[in-house]
């Protein structure tokens, strides 16, 4: 059964890298994962660019488990020598866009899912999501199924980590932040130079550290990442303004993050874009964790982004491939990792959830 579910799985991996499918633009890729359930005979539902099912026999009253991984893709960089729409395989390798982050995970999770949807008895039910606008944080991806799908106790979320289990993922808040001073013709003195100013803020900002620290994934990680101020050469301006990119480990709440920066920081103002993505983890003595280590995974704590931000159980990211390749030219993912993946997957849910 494993050996055709993976056939099945490389063969709509296939067909999505061939379907271009954009953050917000998925709905022909939504069209191939809907032919693909139909084909597995499993029961299931669209909500805009989001595909998803429930196991065969959802029985209320257990714990849900979420099975999630994303079907958009960024736009191809101008760095590829291949067609970034063609699934191409060479040497073990099957290249194209989205093939490595995360159509690999996604169609493995699809596979590991097919696998156990039928049978009876499991301690977990199973909820699976192929989900939209996971690359752009936008409104209608796995955010907006929240209030749709089953109530959500712990999750798997697809993202390549080479099988490895990332316990942990950095949250992220974008703060916009305004310094002012007295503005002036450039020719006159003026000691409320608001650019002189940011020289003491910026060195504030460059030395400020967050207390709490993380076993999993460090210290939270703070940047002042753009400056702007002053329009004309004679004239000094009333503001100046900082973005500052701020990586919050699982040791603070992003709310957390924004009224200490808030209560602390030299400025006029300070205001997060948004707070909704936050850190994640999971306990490292759950029972998937477990499971995972006692299969030889390795743990770490992951610095990117995932749907993982938008969850507010406890979430564990797991999947075939290799972060470094995602976003690349050529992107490609080793035809024999997703074999593995699905595999690992299988093995992992035999463990925990039977």
């Avoid at 359930?37 to 099912?53: L, P, S």
């Avoid at 099957?94 to 596979?111: F, M, R």
């Avoid at 029972?287 to 749907?307: C, F, H, N, Q, W």
Wanted: glycine share 6%.
């Amino acid at each position: 059964m494993i050996e055709q579910l993976t056939k099945d799985a490389i063969e709509l991996l296939k067909n999505l890298i061939e379907t271009p499918s954009f953050s917000s633009e998925e709905n022909e890729t939504a069209l191939h994962i809907e032919a693909w359930f139909k084909h597995q005979n499993i029961d299931y539902k669209r909500t805009k660019n989001n595909v998803w099912a429930v196991n065969k026999h959802f029985a209320e009253g257990k714990p849900t488990l979420l099975l999630n991984s994303h079907h958009d893709t960024v736009k191809p960089n101008s760095a590829y020598t291949k067609d970034p729409f063609k699934a191409i395989v060479e040497d073990g390798k099957l290249y194209g866009l989205g093939s490595n982050d995360a159509g690999g995970c996604l169609v493995s999770l699809l596979a590991t899912f097919a696998y156990f949807y039928n049978q009876e008895h499991l301690k977990y039910n199973l909820v699976i999501v192929a989900s939209a606008e996971e690359e752009s944080s936008g409104p209608n991806g796995l955010n907006s199924m929240l209030s749709v799908i089953p109530k959500v106790d712990v999750a798997i979320v697809g993202e390549p980590t080479l099988m490895n289990l990332a316990v942990a993922e950095k949250g992220l808040v974008v703060f916009d932040a305004v310094l002012t001073g007295t503005p002036s013709h450039a020719a006159h003195p003026n000691d409320d130079n608001v650019i002189y100013k940011s020289i003491e803020a910026l060195q504030w900002f460059k030395d400020y550290k967050f207390e709490k620290g993380s076993e999993a994934l460090g210290d939270v990680k703070l940047t002042v990442s753009q400056i702007n101020a002053g329009k004309q050469h004679n004239a000094v301006p009333a503001d100046l303004n900082l973005v500052i990119d701020v990586r919050v480990n699982d040791a603070y709440s992003n709310a957390e993050i924004a009224e200490i920066l808030q209560n602390e920081a030299p400025v006029t103002s300070i205001t997060p874009r948004s707070l909704r993505l936050n850190s994640s983890s999971i306990p490292v003595d759950h029972d998937l964790v477990k499971a995972g280590i006692a299969m030889g995974r390795e743990t770490y704590g992951s610095p990117t982004l995932s749907d993982q931000a938008v969850l507010s159980c406890s979430s564990l990211k797991l999947g075939p491939g290799d972060s470094t390749r995602s976003h690349s030219a050529d992107e490609f993912i080793y035809l024999n990792e997703i074999e593995e993946g699905i595999k690992i997957y299988v093995d992992l849910l035999n463990r925990v959830i039977v």
